[in-house]
């Protein structure tokens, strides 16, 4: 796979004041349109690094204590997951202009990662290939092209550790523990421990990278930790060489190890999810991205069991189970934490893969996945005019407002993590508020060349700061300079320094 220089992802529009008052939260075939190269470290003049220096010194002497500090680099907020298509299907699906369309809406958004799920493959083997390629080679490789072309950078699905175990490939001692048995699927959980599934899975790898010129990949781990549970359903073919415990997943960390650096070695990125809120639990780097929030329900208890991680987090709080008071309130659970939302976009995603003739569905009382893809099939149906759902984690009906919250504060948020911040997460000692946070309030700095103070209160009733130094709302260029801030109920600011 040939390494590419990709355009980068615009500077966007600043951010701005934002709290929980009467007005909610908010206070093809052509050249492509090159975006605006986001600003590097080695682009800054002498006084652009001079006045970058002067805030993070400003920033270490005044913050005392902190959750977590971090480095930004290399971080792409801007992530989109991408339907392609409904799969299973009765004929696959290939890229049009409509795609064309899509992915220019998408560009302009600030949209710089995207990520289609396992519809880009045959995991069922319907149509020729199988769960570890293409479903439609030739559609594929044009999508592909289709998102370089506008500068953007693509990943897909696979899982090491999730196989069918309909498929003629499948082997039952590479499986430990029980199947995830759901809507089209019967996947077996197959062992990081097993050298044949490790054999089998990595030499898919290469091809997968190299064959289809994409840029990394998504991997939905399929987890089960080896040499633990019930000896009657741990793989026969397990090698346990590690420490397995609650706090280490000794397989799981060589294998993605491995797997991190076939993808770093082809400048690729890899983002992982092991289920619901969790990390892996390793000592070394094995992703780029972590995604949480599949069958999370509630965005408070999403935001404290992930708010730690090591960056960085995309959190997707599943919207096919959760409800929200705002489409907001997920911008003030994920910001103060360096966090932020994945988008679901592409094609309307209509459920109509769970009504394909010839495939065998577990009853809807027993499968959520079954019960909630035809909820959507039906809502389309009867509404083919939309509002759409856009995926597996979205809400029947769709969103209309998904989109437009989604980019609006995405340009809030990129001039905080510009290549280069350094950031200071849930500050607990700080000089630069006068007196003790209120309670339920948490304060996280950003220093670059510009100074911010994400400030949230996740409470249910109003708090009022009083900061040190001036600040204005950030984007808000006629906003005077104060002191004196007050904080609505469960609401977000994003503030300037001024000076």
Same mark, same amino acid.
């Given at each position: 796979?040939?390494?590419?220089?990709?355009?980068? &992802?615009?500077?966007?529009?600043?951010?701005?004041?934002?709290?929980?008052?009467?007005?909610?939260?908010?206070?093809?075939?052509?050249?492509?349109?090159?975006?605006?190269?986001?600003?590097?470290?080695?682009?800054?003049?002498?006084?652009?690094?001079?006045?970058?220096?002067?805030?993070?010194?400003?920033?270490?002497?005044?913050?005392?204590?902190?959750?977590?500090?971090?480095?930004?680099?290399?971080?792409?907020?801007?992530?989109?997951?991408?339907?392609?298509?409904?799969?299973?299907?009765?004929?696959?699906?290939?890229?049009?202009?409509?795609?064309?369309?899509?992915?220019?809406?998408?560009?302009?958004?600030?949209?710089?990662?995207?990520?289609?799920?396992?519809?880009?493959?045959?995991?069922? +083997?319907?149509?020729?290939?199988? @769960?570890?390629?293409?479903? !439609?080679?030739?559609?594929?490789? +044009?999508?592909?092209?289709?998102?370089?072309?506008?500068? &953007? +950078?693509?990943?897909?699905?696979?899982?090491?550790?999730?196989? /069918?175990?309909? /498929?003629?490939?499948?082997?039952?001692?590479?499986?430990?523990?029980?199947? #995830?048995?759901?809507?089209? %699927?019967?996947?077996?959980?197959?062992?990081?421990?097993?050298?044949?599934?490790?054999?089998? %899975?990595?030499?898919?790898?290469?091809?997968?990278?190299?064959?289809?010129?994409? /840029?990394? #990949?998504?991997?939905?781990?399929?987890?089960?930790?080896?040499?633990?549970?019930?000896?009657?359903?741990?793989?026969?073919?397990?090698?346990?060489?590690?420490?397995?415990?609650?706090?280490?997943?000794?397989?799981?960390?060589?294998?993605?190890?491995?797997?991190?650096?076939?993808?770093?070695?082809? =400048?690729?990125?890899?983002?992982?999810?092991?289920? =619901?809120?969790?990390?892996?639990?390793?000592?070394?780097?094995?992703?780029?991205?972590?995604?949480?929030?599949?069958?999370?329900?509630? =965005?408070?208890?999403?935001?404290?069991?992930? @708010?730690?991680?090591?960056?960085?987090?995309?959190?997707?709080?599943? &919207?096919?189970?959760?409800?929200?008071?705002?489409?907001?309130?997920?911008?003030?659970?994920?910001?103060?934490?360096?966090?932020?939302?994945?988008?679901?976009?592409? $094609?309307?995603?209509?459920?109509?893969?769970?009504?394909?003739?010839?495939?065998?569905?577990?009853?809807?009382?027993?499968?959520?996945?079954?019960?909630?893809? $035809?909820?959507?099939?039906?809502?389309?149906?009867?509404?083919?005019?939309?509002?759409?759902?856009?995926?597996?984690?979205?809400?029947?009906?769709?969103?209309?407002?998904?989109?437009?919250?989604?980019?609006?504060?995405?340009?809030?948020?990129?001039?905080?993590?510009?290549?280069?911040?350094?950031?200071?997460?849930?500050? *607990?000692?700080?000089?630069?508020?006068?007196?003790? #946070?209120?309670?339920?309030?948490?304060?996280?700095? %950003?220093?670059?060349?510009?100074?911010?103070?994400?400030? *949230? !209160?996740?409470?249910?009733?109003?708090?009022?700061?009083?900061?040190?130094?001036?600040?204005?709302?950030?984007?808000?260029?006629?906003?005077?300079?104060?002191?004196?801030?007050?904080?609505?109920?469960?609401?977000?600011? #994003?503030?300037?320094?001024?000076?």
């Amino acid at each position: 796979m040939k390494r590419r220089t990709f355009l980068g &992802m615009g500077a966007a529009a600043a951010a701005v004041s934002v709290s929980g008052s009467a007005r909610g939260l908010e206070g093809g075939g052509q050249r492509p349109v090159a975006a605006a190269a986001p600003p590097v470290l080695a682009s800054y003049s002498a006084e652009e690094q001079r006045r970058r220096l002067q805030n993070i010194a400003h920033a270490r002497q005044h913050v005392r204590r902190a959750m977590r500090k971090h480095l930004v680099t290399s971080y792409l907020p801007g992530q989109c997951c991408y339907n392609l298509g409904e799969y299973p299907s009765v004929k696959p699906w290939e890229p049009d202009d409509g795609d064309e369309r899509e992915l220019d809406r998408l560009r302009d958004h600030g949209i710089r990662l995207i990520q289609v799920h396992e519809e880009w493959n045959d995991s069922q +083997r319907r149509f020729g290939s199988h @769960k570890l390629a293409a479903l !439609n080679p030739a559609g594929f490789r +044009r999508f592909v092209d289709m998102v370089h072309r506008r500068g &953007m +950078r693509l990943i897909v699905y696979v899982s090491s550790g999730y196989f /069918d175990r309909k /498929d003629p490939d499948f082997r039952p001692e590479w499986a430990a523990g029980p199947d #995830l048995r759901e809507i089209y %699927f019967q996947y077996a959980h197959c062992s990081p421990a097993s050298p044949g599934w490790r054999a089998y %899975f990595l030499k898919h790898l290469a091809p997968i990278l190299d064959d289809y010129g994409i /840029d990394g #990949l998504y991997n939905d781990l399929g987890y089960v930790q080896p040499g633990t549970g019930d000896p009657a359903t741990q793989s026969r073919d397990e090698v346990v060489a590690f420490d397995e415990s609650p706090t280490h997943d000794g397989a799981l960390e060589d294998l993605l190890g491995m797997i991190h650096a076939e993808v770093n070695r082809r =400048g690729g990125i890899v983002k992982v999810h092991i289920g =619901g809120p969790r990390a892996p639990a390793t000592d070394v780097k094995v992703y780029d991205y972590l995604w949480v929030g599949e069958a999370g329900e509630n =965005g408070d208890l999403l935001r404290e069991a992930t @708010k730690n991680h090591a960056p960085y987090v995309v959190p997707c709080l599943d &919207m096919s189970r959760a409800k929200i008071d705002r489409e907001d309130d997920l911008y003030l659970h994920a910001i103060p934490y360096m966090q932020f939302p994945l988008l679901l976009a592409g $094609r309307p995603f209509t459920g109509e893969r769970a009504v394909i003739p010839g495939i065998e569905y577990p009853p809807e009382d027993k499968c959520f996945w079954t019960r909630h893809c $035809r909820a959507i099939w039906k809502q389309y149906q009867a509404h083919p005019d939309g509002p759409h759902s856009y995926g597996w984690w979205d809400s029947v009906p769709g969103r209309p407002e998904a989109r437009p919250t989604h980019q609006r504060w995405l340009s809030r948020y990129l001039p905080l993590v510009e290549e280069g911040t350094w950031a200071w997460l849930e500050v *607990a000692d700080s000089d630069l508020w006068t007196g003790p #946070l209120p309670d339920k309030v948490v304060a996280s700095v %950003f220093a670059n060349r510009q100074s911010y103070l994400v400030l *949230a !209160n996740y409470g249910t009733t109003p708090a009022e700061l009083h900061t040190a130094d001036p600040y204005v709302p950030v984007g808000d260029g006629q906003a005077q300079p104060k002191k004196d801030w007050k904080l609505e109920a469960r609401s977000l600011q #994003l503030l300037q320094r001024v000076g």
